[in-house]
């Protein structure tokens, strides 16, 4: 049963970056057809998908956030990381780490879905 | 306009059915579309529920109860969530999710109140 935890620094500074790390267990982050992405939720508001990596190095951004967004994977750690950079208070929420699983459409081929998430951490931003 | 709209809230009584509607913006199109639903709790992460494209298309997560089950609305441009025998521990947020121009959507989420 493949498990996900995140961590990082709770408080950044404004105009900072953010970084998190997602440790996988039970599961290896090199084999297997998975993506592993990052979402996050502001304080009783909703989800908001970040991005995700493929093994192989390959990066989706959500395009309101690319510009600022990297993506990596240290496969030897059997981790993935989030950077954000030029942070403001709008950055401030509960951040996921998840796991995405292949199906696939005999018509349109592969598609994945979020199907096991971390327990997420809270990022604060704030001087 | 949104990419996927969500009613804020519904409520419904223990042992009722509850459906929840994802309408997509109207230059998308539901019948192309596969839909995935999640539930969350407070203070806990998104649970995947299922996903749905139609009925030969479709599938619940692993341990969700048949309860649950998916739907589209052709004529109103939405997916549906049907929540069968409503259950005190159903009470939750409601999440669609559609993977749309190579980025997850989420609708803004519905929240389920058991009166």
């Known amino acids: 049963q493949v498990q996900l935890q995140e961590s990082g620094p709770g408080l950044v500074k404004p105009s900072q970056t953010l970084s998190l790390t997602c440790t996988v267990s039970?599961?290896?982050?090199?084999?297997?057809?998975?993506?592993w992405s990052w979402i996050r939720q502001p304080a009783g508001k909703g989800l908001e998908w970040i991005g995700r990596?493929?093994?192989?190095?390959?990066?989706d951004y959500n395009a309101s956030l690319k510009s600022r967004v990297t993506i990596s994977v240290d496969m030897s750690r059997n981790q993935f990381s989030l950077r954000l950079s030029s942070v403001t208070a709008a950055d401030t929420a509960v951040y996921y780490c998840?796991?995405?699983?292949?199906?696939?459409?005999?018509?349109?081929?592969?598609?994945?879905?979020?199907?096991?998430w971390g327990r997420g951490t809270t990022v604060t931003v704030s001087s | 306009q949104a990419v996927l709209t969500q009613p804020a809230s519904l409520s419904a009584s223990p042992g009722a059915s509850a459906r929840l509607t994802c309408t997509l913006r109207?230059?998308?199109?539901?019948?192309?579309?596969?839909i995935f639903w999640y539930q969350q709790k407070p203070g806990s992460p998104p649970q995947y529920l299922l996903r749905?494209?139609?009925?030969?298309?479709?599938?619940?997560g692993s341990g969700v109860p048949s309860r649950f089950s998916g739907s589209k609305d052709a004529s109103a441009n939405a997916a549906i969530l049907l929540i069968y025998g409503v259950q005190s521990g159903d009470e939750a947020d409601y999440y669609c999710?559609?993977?749309?121009?190579?980025?997850?959507?989420f609708g803004s989420g519905t929240k389920v109140t058991v009166l």
């Open positions: 998840a796991r995405e699983y292949p199906g696939y459409d005999f018509l349109t081929g592969y598609y994945f879905y979020i199907d096991v």
């Open positions: 039970g599961g290896s982050i090199s084999t297997g057809s998975h993506y």
């Open positions: 990596i493929y093994n192989s190095g390959s990066t």
């Open positions: 109207s230059d998308i199109n539901v019948g192309t579309y596969r």
């Open positions: 749905y494209k139609s009925d030969s298309d479709n599938q619940r």
């Open positions: 999710v559609i993977w749309h121009n190579s980025a997850y959507v």
